[in-house]
Nanobody, 118 residues
Framework: QVQLVESGGGLVQAGGSLRLSCAAS????????MGWYRQAPGKQRELVAT???????NYADSVKGRFTISRDNAKNTVLLQMNSLKPEDTAVYYC????????????WGQGTQVTVSS
């Protein structure tokens, strides 16, 4: 059974940093591209960063230069380092494996709440 468990969220002031972690089980982790998504209240879930199986990363324009995605295949973990946080980064953050047309490969986990105060 596939399980994605996100952690590391919290309350931080604008300009601060957080490091999110996603632990995956029940999958061949190294064989899957992974991504971080977020959903703010009243908004659709959006993809903010992806990392391929060989470690190539891509970012949404809104987080480029502030967020860094990485993966540790030995620990079946994908990380998101978030720096220079802004109030508009406030959302529930999720990880998953992206497919085409905004589809994802696995069921969603519970997510981790990130709240950035101004």
């Amino acid at each position: 059974q596939v399980q994605l468990v996100e952690s590391g969220g919290g309350l931080v002031q604008a300009g601060g940093s957080l490091r999110l972690s996603c632990a995956a089980s029940g999958i061949i982790f190294s064989g899957n591209a992974m991504g971080w998504y977020r959903q703010a209240p009243g908004k659709q879930r959006e993809l903010v960063a992806t990392i391929t199986t060989d470690g190539s990363a891509n970012y949404a324009d809104s987080v480029k230069g502030r967020f860094t995605i990485s993966r540790d295949n030995a620990k079946n973990t994908v990380l998101l380092q978030m720096n220079s946080l802004k109030p508009e980064d406030t959302a529930v953050y999720y990880c998953n494996s992206p497919l085409i047309r905004n589809l994802v490969r696995f069921n969603w986990g519970q997510g981790t709440q990130v709240t950035v105060s101004s």
